[in-house]
């Protein structure tokens, strides 16, 4: 057998703690598959007393992160997190020193990504990922190597698990945002600070990621549009289970005519399709891969054993000298993006508007949508308190998003119209 792979790992916690306990646990077996054992050499994390998930009192202990790639390690595995920082001056340092590397950080890759790969590249280095991207599920691998004979023409994901959890729970429950946002942190679902999972942030990031894949670009943040599910009404997702669909978060990467589209947004997806039933923490992934057809990819996207299994394969790849350029193209060919035009998207909307019970009012609403060519495919009214608003739904046929915009905007200036309105696209399944 040849000399083991010496690995040095910064980050202990979930990820790093996962990856510590499964070489404990499978070494032997690994060790076939890699035809070299994988050996920890070195570590480093903030709190040296803090009990680990397995003994590594007798493994060398860098209090500086930093200091790994001065180590003797041929991989540095960076799971510290934070998309600068710390991660990114050990990833930096590590390329520049000859070693391997292997994250699972997806924000920083989303920003420093092409680059990162460049200096890879020109050390004859692996920069690894598959955790970054859908935790357990092997879609950076089928990206890079596997789906690649027809080209892309889209990458749909469900790729945070914490907003699917929410979703899935206001369905369930009837309850509000806020409150099952509660119960999710309680239950160690969501952050303290859930801003970077429920604004779509954490989405922005690995679809950056699978779109450079897909697309052959270099990761861009910059041209893609990001909304989170804060703002998801009670009502909204039971008017979407009354039309037979269900709102997920979904990261689109799309090929369009002039384009890619890139965009992280709730969506309305049709009960009974694949992504329309992906419940709970679950992770999802929608390929359509050209003359190869449509794949469905479905997994755990979180947590210690479904991310250090893909941590530990990028390792194996490099203990086997199997690694492909980062971004499955070397960072040179990797392309700034086209972004789509902006409003060409097309689909179908869901709208809801609030408003006075008052006579002409619905004249009014379709009014504008009929200067927009906007038409409606069905509708329904609901609510009649007095005093109250009532809430008018409405689905449209196929419509670029920037006709329905513009009849947005008039129907938001209406008297008769009570707060925003709101405006969800369908998606196919
Ligand atoms: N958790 C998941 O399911 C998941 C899924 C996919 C990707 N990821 C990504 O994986 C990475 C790690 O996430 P995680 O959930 O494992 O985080 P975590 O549980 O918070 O662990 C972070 C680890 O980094 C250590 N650390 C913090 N600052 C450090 C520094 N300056 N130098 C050295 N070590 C430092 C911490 O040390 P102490 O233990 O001493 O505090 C801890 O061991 C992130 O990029 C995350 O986005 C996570």
Not at 37 to 46: G, H
Not at 110 to 123: D, F, I, P, T, V
Not at 260 to 284: C, H, K, T, W
Not at 376 to 401: A, C, K
Request: hydrophobic share 50%; proline share 5%; charged share 20%.
């Amino acid at each position: 057998m040849k000399s083991p792979l010496r690995i040095a790992i910064a980050g202990l916690g979930t990820v790093g703690g996962g990856v510590l306990k499964a070489l404990d646990a499978r070494g032997a077996e690994l060790a076939e598959r890699a035809e070299r054992r994988l050996e920890i050499v070195a570590v480093s994390a903030r709190d040296r007393k803090k009990t680990r998930t397995v003994d590594i009192s007798a493994i060398d202990w860098q209090a500086e992160a930093a200091a790994l790639a001065a180590s003797d390690a041929d991989v540095v595995v960076e799971l510290i997190g934070g998309e600068d920082g710390p991660a990114l001056a050990l990833i930096e340092a590590a390329l520049n020193s000859g070693k391997h590397v292997v994250t699972a950080n997806k924000a920083l890759l989303a920003h420093h990504g092409a680059r990162l790969a460049a200096l890879a590249e020109k050390g004859g280095l692996a920069l690894k990922f598959e955790a970054a991207a859908a935790g357990g599920i092997p879609i950076v691998k089928a990206l890079r190597e596997s789906l690649i004979a027809h080209g892309i023409n889209s990458v749909r994901g469900i790729l945070n698990g914490t907003c699917n959890f929410i979703l899935t729970n206001m369905e369930k429950t009837g309850r509000s945002f806020a409150e099952v946002l509660k119960e999710a942190q309680a239950l160690g679902y969501a952050e303290a600070d859930p801003a970077l999972d429920v604004g779509g942030g954490d989405t922005a990031h690995k679809l950056a990621l699978l779109s450079s894949l897909a697309f052959g670009t270099a990761p861009d943040l910059k041209n893609m549009f990001v909304e989170g599910i804060e703002a998801i009404a009670a009502a909204d997702i039971a008017y979407a289970s009354e039309f037979g669909y269900r709102i997920k978060l979904l990261g689109v990467a799309r090929r369009v005519a002039g384009g890619i589209e890139q965009r992280v947004q709730p969506a309305m997806v049709r009960v009974g399709s694949p992504l329309g039933d992906v419940d709970g923490a679950f992770n999802a992934v929608a390929v359509d891969a050209g003359a190869a057809g449509p794949f469905f990819f479905e997994g755990r996207g979180a947590g210690e054993g479904p991310t250090a299994s893909a941590v530990i394969a990028d390792l194996v790849d490099i203990a086997l000298g199997s690694f492909e350029p980062a971004f499955g193209k070397p960072a040179h060919t990797l392309t700034p993006l086209t972004p789509a035009p902006a409003g060409a998207a097309t689909s179908a909307y869901y709208l809801r508007f609030d408003v006075l019970d008052i006579p002409g009012v619905v004249a009014e609403i379709a009014g504008h949508l009929a200067e927009a060519k906007v038409s409606i495919e069905s509708m329904l009214q609901r609510g009649r308190n007095p005093g109250e608003p009532v809430s008018i739904v409405m689905i449209t046929h196929d419509t670029p998003q920037a006709a329905v915009g513009r009849a947005l905007k008039g129907i938001a200036t209406s008297d008769k119209v009570v707060g925003p309105p709101r405006m969800i696209p369908m998606e196919t399944g």
